[in-house]
């Protein structure tokens, strides 16, 4: 059983304790492994232990949390989508994807700062290319996204957006079409952050002032993308949602349940989670299982209930990317899910337990169970910061 290892401050309710560090018969606990159902247990974790080990197939979720399959119906399409390529074989056309994806935002950018209107067949083309990427197979532009230099200047991670979504969207099983509506949200929905000034929008907002200057680029947004001829009709309504929020705590219009469309209670789940695991000043830098922790207690709040209950299933245990520690001592990244059992992902060696670099990298799939040695499974033992090892995309299968 692959345990997960993380600090007491991090636990939620829900979880299943199955390890400390530090013997049992040192605490009070009279179990063994139990589910985290009050803050008095939190309190005792925390006096006694810096850091547990979970168990996420034990873990419980109350019934009352728990999505509805008509609510679950509701945000779901009916597409079928099979994997039509492997990752080795995708990922350099995700690279391509990604790289023209790139140098439409750095175009878009140039033009709005001028004064300029904005091409929206080549944000449509670079839409298109992402999306057909993901519908091949989605894991291999999440591989990319993640070991792709980290930058919090504005739009630089609009591309990253664009991706997610798309994913997120091919999880729901959205027609490919809206697929494509979805990377183009991504990719122009945060335009009028180049509007605001520089320093504001270098720094982020320090003061309230500031914070309502800044919540002003959603109206900059609505404008350029209503300004743009050529783009679809439904995209600039849509931008206007991304920060809205299920309970009406959101901006600018406070809108609420029903009243914002599925595509935008999709942005503001996935704009939230980028934002969460993005570097300062906008972003906290946090991990994304810390991310998800955030997301999944508003669940019912700031976000519908259904939605974050597949972005966290589409995110997985060991989201694509994650670097993980295993028993043997190696260092691995995740390259793929296995849908079936999540906890036994595709995964690919790239250090030895004594920290030297393996090359070349080796794969495993740790569904089909191979061995550190006779007897003995290989097994994720826990997650490790994304920036413990450093990959150039370039040195996988490019």
């Known amino acids: 059983m692959a345990l997960r290892e993380i600090p007491v401050e991090e636990l939620s309710f829900g979880m299943y304790v199955s390890k400390l560090d530090r013997p049992w018969t040192e605490t009070p606990f009279v179990f063994q492994g139990f589910v985290l159902k009050s803050e008095k247990q939190i309190d005792v974790l925390k006096k006694y232990c810096k850091r547990v080990y979970v168990d996420p197939e034990k873990e419980e979720q109350p019934e009352a949390d728990k999505a509805s399959a008509a609510e679950i119906a509701k945000v779901r399409g009916t597409t079928v989508y099979k994997e039509a390529a492997s990752v080795e074989i995708e990922l350099p056309r995700a690279q391509s994807a990604y790289t023209k994806t790139t140098a439409v935002v750095e175009e878009l950018t140039r033009a709005v700062e001028v004064g300029k209107a904005i091409d929206s067949s080549h944000s449509q083309e670079a839409a298109s290319q992402i999306t057909e990427s993901v519908v091949r197979n989605p894991d291999a532009m999440a591989l990319l996204i993640k070991l792709q230099e980290k930058s919090g200047a504005t739009l630089s991670r609009a591309a990253e957006v664009a991706v997610m979504m798309t994913i997120f969207g091919r999880f729901l099983q959205l027609p490919q079409d809206r697929l494509e509506i ?20 270098t720094n982020g907002p320090a003061n309230a002032a500031e914070v309502e200057l800044y919540r002003t680029h959603v109206d900059h947004s609505v404008e350029i993308l209503s300004n743009t001829p050529g783009l679809p009709t439904e995209l600039t309504g849509f931008a206007s949602l991304h920060h809205e929020r299920f309970d009406g705590s959101g901006y600018p219009r406070g809108l609420r349940g029903g009243g914002i469309a599925l ?6 789940i996935v704009d939230t989670f980028d934002t969460l695991t993005a570097p300062p000043p906008f972003g906290e830098n946090l991990s994304p299982s810390n991310a998800l922790n955030i997301i999944f207690k508003g669940r019912g709040k700031q976000f519908q209930p259904a939605l974050v209950e597949q972005f966290i299933q589409c995110i997985g245990v060991f989201p694509v990317g994650s670097v993980v ?11 793929a899910q296995n849908m079936v059992r999540r906890l036994q992902p595709r995964i690919m060696l790239v250090r030895d337990a004594n920290g030297h670099k393996l090359i070349p990298f ?6 089909k169970e191979p061995k550190v040695r006779p007897g003995e499974p290989y097994r994720i033992q ?15 299968f490019l």
């Open 325 to 335: 520690e295993l028993n043997s001592g190696d260092v691995a990244i995740v390259i």
């Open 182 to 201: 979805l990377g183009m949200l991504g990719l122009l929905q945060d335009v009028g952050k180049l509007k605001l000034p520089t320093a504001l929008a």
């Open 263 to 268: 595509f935008g209670l999709i942005a503001g």
């Open 362 to 367: 080796t794969m495993l799939d740790l569904m």
């Open 382 to 396: 826990r997650t490790l910061e994304y920036d413990s090892v450093k990959i150039d995309p370039r040195e996988l």
